[in-house]
Structures are given as C-alpha cells and as structure tokens.
C-alpha cells in the first residue's frame, strides 16, 4: 500500500513538473508549407541577395533572457555581450538546428526548446544565423531583432520563433584589421588636408 501510494506520488510530481516547463519551438516553417520571415543572403555572404538562404553549414540558434527586455537588448545586442544584454545563448535539446535543410531560408528543430522557466512565462528572444563553430566566432552572421513571446507547458503545443521575428539578412562581418586600416586611412586623409 505505501510502495503505491509513494509511487502515485511521485507520478504526479512528474507530471507536475512536465506540465510546469516553459517551452518555445525554434522553427519558422508553417503549417501551409510555407517559411515564415526567412533568413535570407547579405552582403559578402556567398549567397544571391535576398534570397533564401540554402543548406550549408549554417547553424541557427537563439539567445533568450526572462521578461520583457527586447528594447534594452536591441541597442547593444552582439552576441558577445551576454553580460550587458542580460541574453544566454540557449543550450541542450532544441537549442539549434541547421538553416535551409529543407527550403531556403527555413529552420526548424526537431524538438521544443525548455527554457526553464513555467508555463505562461514571457521571455525575449534573439535568433542567431552564423557559418561557423559559434556566433562571436563566425565571419558570416546575422541575428533578428529582439522580440518576446510566451512559453506554453504540458502537452500544449509550443509557440514558434518565426511567427513572432523579422526576417533578417546573414553578411559578411568585416575583421577589425579592416576597420584599424580604414580609420589609419581617414587620419592620413585629414593630415594630407591639414597641410594643403
């Protein structure tokens, strides 16, 4: 009788505890077959401009933060100041999944992403496209606005990041020698003027 009771117990806290876990899909693919709010080529991204982008070694992912923060995070956001932003890169199951494996610009994971948080809860969202081992590292990337959403928990179908994003656009991210040479060429610029 005790050995059911406790068993019965502990079932329900399981249950319990699925039910109270917050989760979001990362996928922009519908439900007509078609991809919501693309990530499309930029500018020295390889790719056709504007156009979809298409299987090949891009990785899509997301940075996630508890509340409402989008406004705070769009004006510094990086990828690289997760101590200024307030945003994680999210890790473990659902966290990523590959960019343009089924139609260009389409990402879509294989399983809801927990964030750890309850059911109900609003979390703010940056999706990340790069072409290499992360997204501070890559010399193609590119990352959504900030945006907010709700977490659903239980059996309840997860809300998906390409109903609540803009598209956005992968380029070419210039290495810093480029801007340490394009400010020594203004210097000389304004020095050659100075003398004239």
Do not use: C, W
């Amino acid at each position: 009788m005790k050995k059911t009771l406790v068993s019965a117990i502990l079932g329900l806290a399981a249950i319990a505890s699925v039910q109270a876990q917050g989760n979001i899909n990362l996928y922009n693919y519908t439900s007509l077959g078609a991809v919501a709010n693309p990530i499309v080529y930029g500018v020295g991204s390889g790719g056709t401009l504007g156009a979809g982008v298409s299987a090949g070694g891009f990785t899509v992912g997301m940075y996630i933060a508890a509340g409402n923060i989008a406004t705070a995070v769009n004006s510094s956001f990086t990828g690289s100041n997760d101590a200024v932003t307030g945003m994680t890169l999210a890790t473990g199951t659902g966290a990523t999944t590959p960019l343009g494996d089924f139609d260009p610009g389409e990402y879509s994971a294989a399983s809801e992403y927990s964030t750890g948080l309850g059911a109900a809860a609003t979390v703010t969202v940056v999706v990340v496209a790069y072409n290499g081992a992360s997204y501070a590292s890559s010399n193609i990337r590119g990352h959504s606005q900030a945006f907010t959403m709700t977490t659903t928990g239980g059996t309840e179908f997860a809300p998906n990041t390409g109903s609540f994003m803009n598209g956005f656009a992968v380029s070419l991210v210039p290495e810093p020698s480029t801007f340490a040479l394009a400010g020594l060429g203004l210097a000389s610029l304004l020095i050659f003027r100075r003398r004239k």
